[in-house]
Protein backbone atom coordinates (compact mmCIF):
# COMPACT_ATOMS: atom_id res chain seq x y z
CA UNK A 1 0.00 0.00 0.00
CA UNK A 2 3.28 2.33 0.27
CA UNK A 3 4.52 1.97 -3.34
CA UNK A 4 4.65 5.31 -4.53
CA UNK A 5 6.70 4.89 -7.01
CA UNK A 6 4.40 5.54 -9.84
CA UNK A 7 3.29 9.13 -7.91
CA UNK A 8 7.31 9.95 -7.79
CA UNK A 9 7.90 9.30 -11.39
CA UNK A 10 4.71 11.01 -12.09
CA UNK A 11 6.06 14.10 -10.18
CA UNK A 12 9.54 13.73 -11.83
CA UNK A 13 8.34 14.19 -15.25
CA UNK A 14 6.67 17.15 -14.43
CA UNK A 15 9.06 19.10 -12.56
CA UNK A 16 12.35 17.14 -13.14
CA UNK A 17 15.61 18.63 -14.75
CA UNK A 18 14.32 18.70 -18.25
CA UNK A 19 10.80 20.63 -17.38
CA UNK A 20 10.86 24.16 -18.88
CA UNK A 21 9.82 27.06 -16.37
CA UNK A 22 8.02 30.12 -17.95
CA UNK A 23 10.33 32.22 -15.17
CA UNK A 24 12.37 31.60 -11.44
CA UNK A 25 9.35 32.42 -9.68
CA UNK A 26 8.04 29.85 -11.63
CA UNK A 27 10.52 27.58 -11.15
CA UNK A 28 10.89 28.26 -7.50
CA UNK A 29 6.96 27.59 -6.82
CA UNK A 30 6.96 24.28 -8.83
CA UNK A 31 10.00 23.26 -7.20
CA UNK A 32 8.47 23.93 -3.74
CA UNK A 33 5.27 21.67 -4.49
CA UNK A 34 7.61 19.20 -5.64
CA UNK A 35 9.24 19.00 -1.90
CA UNK A 36 5.77 19.34 -0.53
CA UNK A 37 4.38 16.50 -2.20
CA UNK A 38 8.00 14.33 -1.88
CA UNK A 39 7.82 15.23 2.15
CA UNK A 40 4.13 14.23 2.38
CA UNK A 41 4.44 10.66 0.82
CA UNK A 42 7.59 9.88 2.89
CA UNK A 43 5.09 10.63 6.08
CA UNK A 44 2.90 8.88 4.86
CA UNK A 45 5.26 5.83 4.23
CA UNK A 46 6.92 6.34 7.75
CA UNK A 47 3.47 6.20 9.67
CA UNK A 48 2.02 3.22 7.33
CA UNK A 49 5.24 1.42 8.73
CA UNK A 50 5.20 2.33 12.23
CA UNK A 51 1.63 1.56 12.36
CA UNK A 52 2.06 -2.09 11.35
CA UNK A 53 4.84 -2.55 13.04
CA UNK A 54 2.75 -1.76 15.72
CA UNK A 55 0.32 -3.95 14.88
CA UNK A 56 2.57 -6.76 14.79
CA UNK A 57 4.12 -6.01 18.12
CA UNK A 58 0.53 -6.00 19.87
CA UNK A 59 -0.34 -9.25 18.08
CA UNK A 60 2.11 -11.43 18.83
CA UNK A 61 3.43 -10.33 22.23
CA UNK A 62 -0.36 -10.25 23.48
CA UNK A 63 -1.22 -13.46 21.61
CA UNK A 64 1.80 -15.22 23.39
CA UNK A 65 0.79 -13.65 26.51
CA UNK A 66 -2.81 -15.33 26.06
CA UNK A 67 -1.79 -18.18 25.53
CA UNK A 68 0.76 -18.82 27.86
CA UNK A 69 -0.70 -16.70 31.24
CA UNK A 70 -5.06 -17.69 30.83
CA UNK A 71 -4.44 -20.48 27.96
CA UNK A 72 -6.63 -19.24 25.81
CA UNK A 73 -5.39 -20.46 22.35
CA UNK A 74 -8.37 -19.04 20.51
CA UNK A 75 -7.29 -15.08 21.15
CA UNK A 76 -3.87 -16.08 21.41
CA UNK A 77 -3.76 -17.76 18.00
CA UNK A 78 -6.06 -15.55 16.62
CA UNK A 79 -3.76 -12.28 17.71
CA UNK A 80 -0.84 -14.07 15.98
CA UNK A 81 -2.52 -14.39 12.91
CA UNK A 82 -3.55 -11.31 13.12
CA UNK A 83 0.07 -10.05 13.80
CA UNK A 84 1.61 -12.54 10.75
CA UNK A 85 -0.62 -11.12 8.30
CA UNK A 86 1.02 -7.30 9.39
CA UNK A 87 4.22 -9.14 8.81
CA UNK A 88 3.68 -10.38 5.11
CA UNK A 89 1.40 -7.38 4.46
CA UNK A 90 4.79 -4.83 5.44
CA UNK A 91 6.97 -7.35 3.36
CA UNK A 92 4.88 -7.21 0.38
CA UNK A 93 4.94 -3.29 0.49
CA UNK A 94 8.36 -3.21 0.67
CA UNK A 95 8.61 -4.80 -2.01
CA UNK A 96 6.93 -3.07 -4.00
CA UNK A 97 3.26 -3.96 -3.48
CA UNK A 98 2.66 -5.41 -7.14
CA UNK A 99 -1.17 -6.68 -7.24
CA UNK A 100 0.66 -10.45 -9.21
CA UNK A 101 2.80 -10.78 -6.35
CA UNK A 102 2.45 -14.05 -4.38
CA UNK A 103 2.54 -11.61 -1.20
CA UNK A 104 -0.87 -9.96 -2.35
CA UNK A 105 -2.44 -13.15 -2.42
CA UNK A 106 -1.41 -14.04 0.75
CA UNK A 107 -2.78 -10.80 1.91
CA UNK A 108 -6.03 -11.44 0.39
CA UNK A 109 -6.42 -14.58 2.49
CA UNK A 110 -5.33 -13.37 5.81
CA UNK A 111 -7.61 -10.01 5.15
CA UNK A 112 -10.44 -12.71 4.69
CA UNK A 113 -9.68 -14.87 7.38
CA UNK A 114 -9.87 -12.87 10.02
CA UNK A 115 -12.72 -10.34 8.75
CA UNK A 116 -14.91 -13.51 8.21
CA UNK A 117 -14.15 -15.84 11.29
CA UNK A 118 -11.20 -14.54 13.22
CA UNK A 119 -11.71 -11.37 14.69
CA UNK A 120 -15.77 -12.27 14.86
CA UNK A 121 -16.52 -15.40 15.61
CA UNK A 122 -13.17 -16.74 16.98
CA UNK A 123 -12.80 -13.31 18.99
CA UNK A 124 -16.59 -13.92 20.53
CA UNK A 125 -15.82 -17.27 21.52
CA UNK A 126 -12.64 -16.01 22.89
CA UNK A 127 -13.90 -14.01 24.53
CA UNK A 128 -16.83 -15.79 26.54
CA UNK A 129 -14.24 -17.53 28.52
CA UNK A 130 -14.46 -14.78 30.88
CA UNK A 131 -18.03 -14.04 30.29
CA UNK A 132 -20.08 -17.33 29.94
CA UNK A 133 -17.05 -19.49 31.22
CA UNK A 134 -16.83 -21.14 28.04
CA UNK A 135 -14.13 -24.02 27.64
CA UNK A 136 -13.87 -25.36 24.10
CA UNK A 137 -11.78 -28.45 23.65
CA UNK A 138 -8.64 -28.38 21.24
CA UNK A 139 -11.00 -29.97 18.68
CA UNK A 140 -13.49 -27.33 18.76
CA UNK A 141 -10.31 -24.44 18.76
CA UNK A 142 -8.56 -26.57 15.59
CA UNK A 143 -11.91 -26.68 13.77
CA UNK A 144 -12.98 -22.69 13.82
CA UNK A 145 -9.71 -22.25 12.35
CA UNK A 146 -10.39 -24.52 9.99
CA UNK A 147 -13.48 -23.12 8.79
CA UNK A 148 -12.09 -19.74 8.94
CA UNK A 149 -9.05 -21.10 6.85
CA UNK A 150 -11.66 -22.31 4.77
CA UNK A 151 -13.81 -18.75 4.28
CA UNK A 152 -10.23 -17.02 3.70
CA UNK A 153 -9.70 -19.05 0.68
CA UNK A 154 -12.74 -18.60 -0.52
CA UNK A 155 -12.97 -14.87 0.00
CA UNK A 156 -9.60 -14.29 -0.91
CA UNK A 157 -10.61 -14.11 -4.63
CA UNK A 158 -12.47 -10.77 -4.02
CA UNK A 159 -10.21 -8.44 -4.35
CA UNK A 160 -9.67 -5.53 -1.35
CA UNK A 161 -9.58 -2.54 -3.91
CA UNK A 162 -12.56 -3.53 -5.80
CA UNK A 163 -15.81 -3.23 -4.00
CA UNK A 164 -17.82 -6.61 -4.00
CA UNK A 165 -21.13 -5.70 -2.37
CA UNK A 166 -21.61 -9.77 -1.34
CA UNK A 167 -18.56 -9.99 0.32
CA UNK A 168 -18.64 -6.40 1.65
CA UNK A 169 -21.99 -6.59 3.10
CA UNK A 170 -21.15 -10.07 4.84
CA UNK A 171 -18.04 -8.31 5.92
CA UNK A 172 -20.28 -5.63 7.72
CA UNK A 173 -22.85 -7.50 8.90
CA UNK A 174 -20.58 -10.55 11.23
CA UNK A 175 -19.00 -6.88 12.05
CA UNK A 176 -21.88 -5.72 13.51
CA UNK A 177 -23.06 -8.88 15.15
CA UNK A 178 -19.29 -9.06 16.61
CA UNK A 179 -19.87 -5.49 18.00
CA UNK A 180 -23.16 -6.18 19.68
CA UNK A 181 -21.24 -8.82 21.82
CA UNK A 182 -18.21 -6.36 22.84
CA UNK A 183 -20.79 -3.65 23.98
CA UNK A 184 -21.69 -6.55 26.34
CA UNK A 185 -17.98 -7.38 26.99
CA UNK A 186 -17.38 -3.76 28.35
CA UNK A 187 -21.20 -3.75 30.27
CA UNK A 188 -19.65 -6.78 31.93
CA UNK A 189 -16.51 -4.90 32.78
CA UNK A 190 -18.38 -2.17 34.17
CA UNK A 191 -20.42 -3.94 36.00
CA UNK A 192 -17.88 -5.26 38.28
CA UNK A 193 -16.31 -2.08 38.41
CA UNK A 194 -13.39 -1.61 35.65
CA UNK A 195 -14.57 0.99 34.51
CA UNK A 196 -11.41 2.37 33.20
CA UNK A 197 -10.81 -0.88 30.94
CA UNK A 198 -14.76 -0.82 29.90
CA UNK A 199 -14.17 2.85 28.16
CA UNK A 200 -11.02 1.84 26.52
CA UNK A 201 -12.85 -1.58 25.37
CA UNK A 202 -15.58 0.75 23.90
CA UNK A 203 -13.69 3.22 22.47
CA UNK A 204 -11.22 0.19 20.69
CA UNK A 205 -14.75 -1.18 19.74
CA UNK A 206 -16.17 1.79 18.19
CA UNK A 207 -12.57 2.29 16.51
CA UNK A 208 -12.93 -1.09 14.93
CA UNK A 209 -16.06 -1.09 13.95
CA UNK A 210 -16.05 2.41 11.96
CA UNK A 211 -13.34 0.63 10.22
CA UNK A 212 -14.98 -2.22 9.02
CA UNK A 213 -18.26 -0.22 8.04
CA UNK A 214 -15.32 2.46 6.25
CA UNK A 215 -13.35 -0.28 4.46
CA UNK A 216 -15.24 -1.20 1.22
CA UNK A 217 -18.06 1.13 1.12
CA UNK A 218 -16.56 4.70 2.11
CA UNK A 219 -13.09 5.67 0.78
CA UNK A 220 -11.66 8.53 2.79
CA UNK A 221 -11.57 11.78 0.48
CA UNK A 222 -8.14 12.42 -0.85
CA UNK A 223 -6.71 9.18 0.00
CA UNK A 224 -4.48 7.66 -3.15
CA UNK A 225 -4.95 5.04 -5.04
CA UNK A 226 -2.95 2.33 -2.71
CA UNK A 227 -5.37 3.77 0.31
CA UNK A 228 -2.25 4.79 2.66
CA UNK A 229 -3.99 6.63 4.59
CA UNK A 230 -6.96 4.56 5.40
CA UNK A 231 -4.20 1.80 6.61
CA UNK A 232 -2.88 3.39 8.42
CA UNK A 233 -6.16 4.30 10.59
CA UNK A 234 -6.97 0.74 10.07
CA UNK A 235 -3.38 -1.30 11.27
CA UNK A 236 -3.40 1.56 14.44
CA UNK A 237 -6.86 0.59 15.67
CA UNK A 238 -6.18 -3.09 15.22
CA UNK A 239 -3.18 -3.09 16.94
CA UNK A 240 -4.72 -0.50 19.40
CA UNK A 241 -8.00 -3.45 19.67
CA UNK A 242 -5.77 -6.28 20.27
CA UNK A 243 -3.47 -4.18 23.26
CA UNK A 244 -6.70 -3.03 24.55
CA UNK A 245 -8.91 -6.12 24.95
CA UNK A 246 -6.04 -7.91 26.58
CA UNK A 247 -5.65 -5.77 29.49
CA UNK A 248 -9.61 -5.63 29.61
CA UNK A 249 -9.88 -9.45 29.58
CA UNK A 250 -7.12 -9.50 33.08
CA UNK A 251 -10.04 -7.79 35.34
CA UNK A 252 -12.65 -10.39 33.94
CA UNK A 253 -10.48 -13.35 34.32
CA UNK A 254 -9.31 -12.32 38.12
CA UNK A 255 -12.93 -11.69 38.90
CA UNK A 256 -13.80 -14.84 37.84
CA UNK A 257 -10.71 -16.53 39.87
CA UNK A 258 -12.06 -14.32 43.41
CA UNK A 259 -15.75 -15.04 43.01
CA UNK A 260 -14.33 -19.40 42.52
CA UNK A 261 -16.07 -19.56 38.96
CA UNK A 262 -12.80 -19.69 37.14
CA UNK A 263 -9.69 -21.94 38.26
CA UNK A 264 -6.48 -19.89 38.94
CA UNK A 265 -4.00 -19.40 36.45
CA UNK A 266 -1.68 -22.17 36.75
CA UNK A 267 -4.58 -24.85 37.09
CA UNK A 268 -6.00 -23.95 33.49
CA UNK A 269 -3.70 -26.47 32.07
CA UNK A 270 -5.72 -29.62 33.32
CA UNK A 271 -9.20 -28.33 32.39
CA UNK A 272 -8.58 -28.89 28.46
CA UNK A 273 -9.98 -31.76 27.63
Known amino acids: MVNHLDQMTKLLLV ?38 LWMIFAG ?12 NYLLGLEW ?6 GSNFLLWALLGGAEDSF ?18 LILVLGLMRVTHRYKPSVAVDIGLFALAGVAGLYLQQFSPH ?24 SW ?12 GAGLATTAACIIAVTYDFFPIPGDDEHRTIFYIAALATWGFQMCVYYFAYRPLHE ?19
Do not use: C
Not at 18 to 47: C, P, Q, T, V, W
Not at 60 to 71: A, D, L, S, V
Not at 103 to 120: E, H, K
Open 255 to 273: HNVATGVEPATGEQSAARA
Open 188 to 199: RLWKIGAKKHAI
Open 15 to 52: YGPGHKFESSGDARSRLASYRNAKELIDMKDILFMLAD
Open 80 to 85: MVVATS
Open 162 to 185: ELHVGPATFYVVVNVLTTMFLVYF
Open 103 to 120: LYSIAAFFDAFSRSIGIT
Open 60 to 71: FYFGWKFIRRYN
